[in-house]
């Protein structure tokens, strides 16, 4: 064996015994054969480049130890990665915080997607939020230049304090943000930051760093904060938020704002945008010091400060706000039936024991609104009760329903102001033959003819709110086609609202001029003036105009839906305080309330 072990030596080295070679010379001597007969041929006889079989087992044993290192190091890299504990590990904050690497970056980024509730134990929103915030911190003190990760993109410019004009940059989600100068187009997604926030600085330095970061949050529960979690309907709009930082340099109370500029698609009228920017401190969103400049496809926010600002895309009426204002509407309309109820039969109990009761018009005119709104109440608690899934077929008949009672109330409330026109305004000759008998014509009639032409152009039908990731929020029947809705029920209310007001405006002139005239009584006088109007507005319908007032916001919308609920308590306060009172107040009342008690048979 031992020429055998030197040939695979010699042969592994590069270096052979040329003795040996030699000694063997010639194709046919003896050495030939030798080797032949024992199975080995020298090394003159072999091919170039023929590897013993002693050198590819050194070989294969040398690459089988790199193949193994190599897969022990890939096995390694996909238990730092796929490790189930390690991945909880870094959701949770703990082993890649103040690492800032590319796969550091990855490697939380995924969090974005696997922190999918709020509630998930194996994630920590608040380290993970802070490590973000962090990094833009980080970005400002070394000498990062750009970053061009899926989910961030971020530039860090050197600025002069004293530059002489704003600063533009584009912050397209899709590329790096770059300066744009002012007269160039502007891109759809910009910040300009003002001149004037750099001027500010003057005193503590010459330069600054500025970073300016574009990060896709994902749709997980990061960066979704109380104020979101609450509204399941709520979001980050396109999940995007835009960073603005000098390092840790803290910049509030700006003179002038910053103004970052949003674009997006058309929303729905159910659905609102509020510049937002995210509070540290209360691990929230936040809109102090940002105002809200609200476009059809482009939103624009002013702020005072640096930080992470969004922009949070809501329902008007989110499910929970519906279901709060559905119970509040509930209690209201059902103690408005109550009251409502009394109110006719208190004028029952009059008709019966006061003969003038079957003449006057007046009375008549409050039972019949007092009946439209019950039977209004009355259509809107079937209306939330009927299912349409269930029955579809009487979904456009429940609609029609509504619609009906709705205009009665609304013409009813308008035939109100006429009269209180005729009794207070205009006096004399107001003498109408069948005064009542026409009124009823008009104010049961008109909706009637209204809405036999409103269901003949098939307008009734199932109406439904949703929001912006398609889910329904409430479903009546209503109406289905918007332009029916608009020209019968907004502007037709808008109409009657605007002659009940003038009306309203006319008599309160007459009250508070009447007052003045009285010596030595005016305190007490306008104290009740104040009252009989309040009592009138009931009668005319001005709590319904406060649904003019809803778009300025929620609170606008709770109010109008308390006090417009309880409107048949107010008409039957009215009705008592007018028909049953004590002799003292009869001879103090008020010019109105005079005129109705002793507005008696003229109008037959």
Known sequence: MAPWSREGEEEATGSHDCSRGRGGAGPAGPGTGAHTAAGLRPVWARPPRMVTPRAPGVLLALLALLLASGEGDAARQSERTTNPEESRNVCLGHSNAGQYDPFYLENTAKCFTNCGQVTDESCNPENLQRYWLDYEAHLVENETKTVDLPFLKSLVKNLNTSIAEDLHFSLTASRVPMQVMADEQKPPDRVRLPRSLFASLQGNRSQVRLAISVLDIGPGSLFKGPRLSLEEEGSVLNNRLVGLSLGRMRVTGLAEPVEITFSHQRQPPNMTLTCVFWDQTKGDWSSEGCSTELGAERTVCHCDHLTFFALLLRPIL????????????????????????????????????????????????????????????????????????????????????????????????????????????????????????????????????????????????????????????????????????????????????????????????????????????????????????????????????????????????????????????????????LYLPSQSSVSSSSGPARAEQTHTMSQE
């Open 318 to 577: 989110d499910k929970v706000t519906v279901q709060a204002l559905t119970r509040i509407s509930q209690a209201g309309c059902g103690a408005s039936m109550i009251f409502l109820a009394f109110t006719v039969v208190l004028y029952a109990a009059l008709r019966l024991s006061r003969q003038r009761f079957k003449s006057e018009d007046t009375p008549k005119i409050h039972v019949a609104l007092s009946v439209s709104l019950f039977l209004l109440n009355l259509a809107f608690f079937i209306n939330l009760g009927h299912d349409p899934e269930r029955f579809p077929a009487t979904c456009w008949f429940w609609a029609a329903v509504f619609h009906y009672f709705l205009l009665c109330v609304f013409t009813w409330m308008v035939l109100e102001a006429f009269n209180l026109y005729l009794l207070v305004i205009r006096v004399f000759n107001t003498y109408f033959g069948h005064y009542f008998l026409k009124l009823s014509l008009v104010g049961w009639g008109l909706p009637a003819l209204m809405v036999i032409g409103t269901g003949s152009a098939n307008s009734y039908g199932l109406y439904t709110i949703r929001n912006q990731e398609n889910r329904t929020s409430l479903e009546l029947c209503w109406f289905h086609k918007e332009t029916a809705l608009y020209a019968t029920v907004h502007g037709y209310f808008l109409v009657t609202f605007l002659f009940s007001a003038v009306v309203l405006g006319l008599v309160a002139w007459k009250i508070f001029t009447l007052s003045s005239a009285t010596a030595g009584k005016q305190q007490r006088q306008n104290c009740k003036g104040v009252l009989t109007l309040l009592g009138l507005s009931s009668l005319v319908g001005m709590t319904w105009g406060l649904a003019i007032l809803t778009p300025l916001g929620l609170s606008t919308i709770y109010v109008f839906a308390l006090f417009n609920s309880l409107q048949g308590i107010f008409i039957f306060c009215w009705f008592i305080v």
